[in-house]
């Protein structure tokens, strides 16, 4: 190395006439939160916690979700922010395993423990230390035009399977497209494998599932896509959903060409004014009556990366992240649901629903491209877009499923 | 006498005739990018509706170009690009000159094999290059998160194209002009600065146009060496309009175009210095 | 490397007994030349490269150890139908894309005269080069959607349709290559006005006189001089096809169901979205070497035309 010292000397002094000087107490924040709504709410956050502590100088920095995605692992393993955005559960244990992340359950007060409740804070717990501060989550579900439903005869939210089936029909009859989705995205796709699996074989099997030790050809995955095949044989779907984004798929549905969509509260924020009292919310239906109703509710999370430069800082923000007042103040901005259970919910009649559906769900699920692993998610969202298409090649997509799991979780 | 013939020889039917297809030819090139400027134009409700084509209902072109400069902090990173970009061209450029110089006037043992490396090195799919080279900034060049380490990536990755470039350009010029240099005894750095380096001011110029629009419009390298606002550029700035469920897509197009518009005007610009070349033949003459 | 070449040194202007530089500057000229160049090229590509050719012998997830695995990789893109798929779109990229020397070569020819506002006009053509693709890929993408798409109004207005090449196996491809030709043919025209700027008149002079004119001209005068920026056309143009990667992922992100992906998006998919570095950059090496043969082609050829 040697030889690059007066190389790097030079360049370091050249570097420095371009970058910013380095305050004593900088805290360098990343955050995925690129939603002007996000933004917004989380600099309004970051600035009260300026005027809290004019000691430290608090940078954010703004990042897309997928360049996000990307960048993380860089981040952790060579220079790291103080503090990360990330999500709880299986995401952040993958980096708290190998020790990118640091403890921080000496915010945990039992008080703290108490108003987070036991679920949140299992999520951000591996081995029985905590990784993170869980700031908000949202609920999954079916968002539907209430007037096309009552237009086709529908005159009651679907809550069984059989409802469900029959609601699908109707719409047909009524000249509207029950079910949008654009499976470009591949994502929206796993809304539907997680929902229809947690209603056929409950939280627990769906757990050992994404955990990778239950085989993709066991006869209880097959019953999943024979539930599912129900809806594609009937034509509950849109045509042509594979050339369509998430956001694309909206249009028929504020455009009256479709009835439904199993989407998170998040569209909430898309809903044009002309048709936004005509939208409601109903709960994933029924499918098995002994199976308890477990809920996909992705919450999103506040780390400290083991290298961080300032981690004492960095562990004050998350503590006055978890401050009731605080979710509050980032769930209205934010229109999520504070995880904190002492802050008070948005008065949003979607995020009112959701709260309570939450609170009262037998478990919560993460979603499928957070609750296992990449490389299963990826080949599983490409493989469930390809049975929407042609069912028929379900044997081969549970092939490619099966042998990703066994590469993944042989050791 | 260039090619093709110039128009002006032509009979005043024909000159007419070009003129007025310019302004056709030009719009059906550029159907898409009207497009995208009509997108940038419209609200993003119009768009969650798939109103992609009609007339904008309402048209938002203050507001829409307003938020792309607010919603993220647009200016300085335009600014970042361009400290990034200009010495990084400037860089490559130069030292591809030289390289290029080299390759195609000495003959030495090597010279098709460094050629053919310089080559081969600029075919990569730079991706796979992530992890090394954020790895050289971390620990080597102690320059992670700051401007330099763009400018040297793009300045060292550009060379590979920009030396095949130059090379072939240079390998033109005709032998017996730089041996007359020789024979009057002016010096071989000289040769290179003096006679060389004119002839090829046209290619010169082309090639910064271009590698201007590679490095101005990268984004992964952005994203590898860098993280701090303060240094992001661009590129960046247009990603993070990226919302985390939902793309802005009016305020995207906007941006995009925004982004867009310095190479262009380096096009423009430039294009005085790509008629240069006509001293090639007047020199040798 | 040592020089061949005889150093022409005038007597006339030998004044005073010849310096070290003078005397070995025709070897040492072209080592000076080369070596800024060649040092950042090697720092910061040529090492990463043969760094990732190490990393395509791994299993990584980017955080944790690195696992051995020797050719492992290899063998499972033999046997993985993705990859075939992404080779096979590739190739349709790269015809596809050969057209784009030849119509950027047309434009070329047609923007290169001197009239007013040709300047202007020249620019805006480059624009399509210019912009970001990811909004290229987006109207391209909305212009197909079966149901908002503007491509159904027109086969409809001609009584054909409906039809959504972005959800068809066997459409999406050359839906993204249409998209994708447009830019790359700017890029060649730039390459071509700059040829047509350095070319030597006298030559297209001399064939004049000898009463070739139009096509004749163009082939055996123009074209030949063309051939430096032919060559770099071409060569772009085999990485354009090789390397497309923006508008697949916004377009179709491979799909449906990776029928339209290609080795770039596929490796990228490995790489960031299943994570796994080592098999990612396996894929990457493939596509480096099929590059490279490909371009070891042309550059034989212009090597052994170059000697002649």
New interface residues.
């Given amino acids: ?1 040697q030889f ?1 010292k007066p ?2 000397g030079l ?2 002094g ?2 420095l006439t ?3 000087p380095l305050a004593a107490a900088e805290l ?1 924040i ?1 955050a ?5 709504s ?2 917004k709410a989380w600099e309004g956050v970051v600035d009260q916690f300026r005027k809290e502590n004019p000691g430290t100088d608090v ?9 996000y ?3 993380i ?7 790291s ?1 103080d503090v990360v955005f990330w999500y709880a559960g299986t995401r952040m244990r993958q ?1 708290s395993k ?1 020790g ?1 992340l640091e403890d921080v359950s000496e915010i945990y007060t039992p008080q703290a423990k108490q108003e987070f409740g036991p679920v949140a804070t299992d999520l951000m717990s591996d081995a029985g230390k905590q990784y993170g501060v869980p700031h908000s989550y949202y609920q999954w579900g079916f968002f539907y035009r209430k007037d096309l439903f009552q237009k086709a005869g529908i005159t009651e939210a679907p809550k069984t399977w059989n409802d469900f089936l029959g609601a699908c029909e109707k719409l047909k009859a009524s000249g509207v497209e029950p079910i949008t989705i654009g ?4 994502w929206p796709t796993a809304g539907w494998f997680d929902y229809i699996n947690l209603r056929t074989n409950g939280l627990k099997f769906h757990q050992e599932l994404m955990g990778g030790t239950v085989p993709y050809t066991d006869t209880r995955v097959k019953a999943v896509f024979a539930k599912w095949n129900e809806l594609l044989d009937k034509g509950c779907f849109m ?7 998430w ?2 798929s ?3 549905l ?2 009256g ?1 479709a009835g439904m969509m199993l989407m ?1 509260n ?2 909430t ?2 809903f ?2 002309n048709v936004a009292n005509d939208m409601d919310f109903f709960r994933f239906p029924e499918i098995n009556a002994g199976v308890g109703k477990a809920e996909d509710a992705p919450m999103d999370a506040l780390l400290v990366p083991a290298r961080a430069k300032n981690k004492a800082d960095a562990k004050k923000f998350l503590a006055f992240v978890m401050r009731p007042d605080v979710q509050t103040t980032l769930a209205a901005g934010t229109r999520q649901i504070p995880v904190n259970q002492k802050a008070s919910v948005p008065d949003d009649r979607f995020l009112k629903v959701g709260q309570q559906l939450l609170s009262q769900a037998d478990g919560l699920a993460q979603f499928f491209d957070r609750d296992t692993s ?2 299963l998610a ?2 599983g969202m ?2 469930f ?2 049975f929407m ?1 042609n069912p028929d090649r379900l044997d081969r997509v549970l092939e490619d499923l099966e042998r990703t799991r066994k590469r993944v979780y042989q050791n | 006498m260039s090619f093709p013939a110039p128009i002006q020889e032509k009979s005043a039917a024909t000159q007419a005739f070009y003129r007025a297809s310019l302004v056709p030819a030009l719009v059906l090139w550029l159907l898409p990018l009207i497009a995208i400027a009509f997108t940038s134009i419209r609200s ?2 119009e768009l ?3 109103n992609f084509w009609g007339w904008p209902e309402e048209t938002r072109f203050v507001e829409n170009y307003t938020a792309v400069f607010t ?2 902090p647009m200016g300085r990173f335009l600014l970042n690009s361009v ?1 990034i970009t200009v010495p990084a061209v400037a860089l490559a450029v130069g030292l591809s000159a030289m390289a290029g110089y080299a390759l195609a006037k000495y003959r030495f043992r090597g010279n098709l094999v460094l050629f053919a490396i310089f080559i081969a090195g600029n075919f990569v799919p730079f991706q796979i290059l ?1 992890i090394p080279v ?2 050289l900034f ?1 620990n ?10 763009l400018v ?1 990536f793009h300045m060292a990755f550009q060379t590979g194209f920009c030396t095949l470039f130059m090379r072939n350009f240079i390998k033109q010029i005709p032998d017996a002009l730089i041996e007359a240099a020789r024979v009057e005894g002016v010096s071989e750095l000289r040769i290179f600065w003096h006679v060389v380096l004119p002839l090829v001011r046209p290619a010169m110029a082309a090639l910064a146009v271009l590698v201007f629009t590679f490095v101005w419009n990268d984004f992964f390298w952005a ?2 060496l860098v ?6 550029p661009v590129t ?1 700035g247009l ?11 009016q305020l995207i197009s906007a941006g995009a175009i925004v982004a867009a518009l310095p190479p262009v005007a380096l096009f423009f610009l430039m294009q005085r210095h790509f008629i240069a070349g006509l001293t090639l033949g007047a020199t040798k003459g | 490397m040592s020089s061949t070449a005889t150093p022409a040194v005038s007597l006339t202007r030998l004044e005073r007994p010849e310096s070290w530089w003078r005397r070995h500057q025709a070897a040492l000229a072209p080592m000076l030349l080369l070596l800024p160049a060649l040092a950042a090229f090697s720092l910061f590509v040529l090492w990463p490269i043969l760094d990732s050719l190490w990393l395509s012998l791994h299993d990584w997830d ?3 150890e690195k696992r051995f695995l020797g050719l492992e990789n290899y063998r499972e893109l033999f046997d993985d139908r993705v990859f075939w798929t992404a080779i096979l779109n590739n190739i349709w990229w790269l015809i596809a894309f050969m057209l784009a020397p030849v119509l950027g070569l047309a434009i070329a020819l047609y923007l290169n005269q001197s009239v007013f506002g040709i300047r202007l006009v020249k620019s805006l053509f480059f624009f399509p080069f210019v912009i970001s693709q990811v909004v290229v890929g987006l109207v391209f ?2 212009f ?5 798409g503007l491509l159904n109004e027109i086969l409809g207005a001609a009584g054909l349709g409906p039809v ?4 068809s196996e066997l459409g999406a491809t050359f839906a993204v290559i249409a998209a994708g030709l447009r830019p790359q043919i700017a890029y060649c025209m730039i390459l071509y006005l700059t040829g047509l700027a350095a070319m030597n008149p006298e030559v297209i002079e001399a064939a004049r006189m000898d009463g070739a004119k139009g096509w004749r001209l163009f082939w055996h005068a123009v074209l030949p001089q063309l051939r430096p920026a032919t060559f770099i056309a071409v060569v772009v143009s085999v990485i354009g096809a090789l390397r497309s990667f923006d508008l697949v992922a916004i377009m ?2 491979g ?4 029928s339209s992906t290609v080795l770039a998006y596929y490796m990228y ?1 490995q790489t ?5 570095y080592g098999y990612g950059a396996a894929i990457a090496t493939v596509l480096f070497l099929i590059m490279n043969v490909y371009i070891a082609f042309f550059l034989w050829r212009m090597l052994k035309r170059e000697g002649a």
């Fill in positions: 190395m690059w190389f790097a360049v370091l050249m570097s371009f970058s910013a360098v990343n995925d939160a690129s939603e002007p996000l933004r940078k954010l920095n703004v990042y897309d979700r997928e360049s995605k990307r960048s692992r860089n981040w952790l393993t060579a220079q922010p980096f190998p990118l499976s470009k995205d591949l045509k042509n959903h594979a050339s369509m984004s956001q694309d909206q249009a028929p504020f455009q060409k998170g998040f569209i924020g898309n044009p004014a990449e490389e990826t080949v490409k493989g877009q390809e298409a | 993003i409700d969650n509706q798939g919603q993220s400290l992530m954020r790895d971390v080597v060049v102690p320059l992670y998160d700051t401007i330099l380490a040297l994203l590898v993280q701090s606002d303060e240094v992001r960046a990603q993070a309009l990226r919302g985390t469920w939902t793309a802005a897509w | 980017g955080i944790g993408a909305w197909y959607n079966p149901q908002y959504s090449p972005l959800d179709t992100a799909g449906p169901y990776s998919e960031f979205l299943s994570v796994r």
